[in-house]
Nanobody, 121 residues
Framework: QLQASGGGLVQAGGSLRLSCAAS????????MGWFRQAPGKEREFVAA????????YYADSVKGRFTISRDSAKNTVYLQMNSLEPEDTAAYSC????????????????WGQGTQVTVSS
């Protein structure tokens, strides 16, 4: 089970940190990713992190502003979001997958519930 949290309302230029806690699984066995879906739009890839945490992959739209990380001791993956823009408003979900590139292209083993992020201008 994947449980996302940390969403909320923030002004443009602000920051939020999302968390995704994994239970009932061997956390270190999975590549983890974040996706988002804005109203009326398709779900899009945001970021992914390797099993060890040594490799990451980002969508161009968030590169340099968002940072994905993981804490194996807490079975949790994080998404630090800085310099938020109104275009970042969406429901953010975490997911597991077999590899960084496969997650980026939407090959997902399991989805978590979303957490809403709203950025006001």
């Amino acid at each position: 089970q994947l449980q996302a949290s940390g969403g909320g309302l923030v002004q443009a230029g602000g920051s939020l940190r999302l968390s995704c806690a994994a239970s009932g699984r061997t956390f270190s066995s999975y590549v983890m990713g974040w996706f988002r879906q804005a109203p009326g739009k398709e779900r899009e890839f945001v970021a992914a992190i390797s099993r060890s945490g040594s490799s990451t992959y980002y969508a161009d739209s968030v590169k340099g502003r968002f940072t994905i990380s993981r804490d194996s001791a807490k079975n949790t993956v994080y998404l630090q979001m800085n310099s938020l823009e109104p275009e970042d408003t969406a429901a953010y979900s975490c997911a597991t997958g077999p590899s960084l590139t496969s997650v980026a292209y939407g090959t997902i083993d399991d989805w978590g519930q979303g957490t809403q992020v709203t950025v006001s201008s």
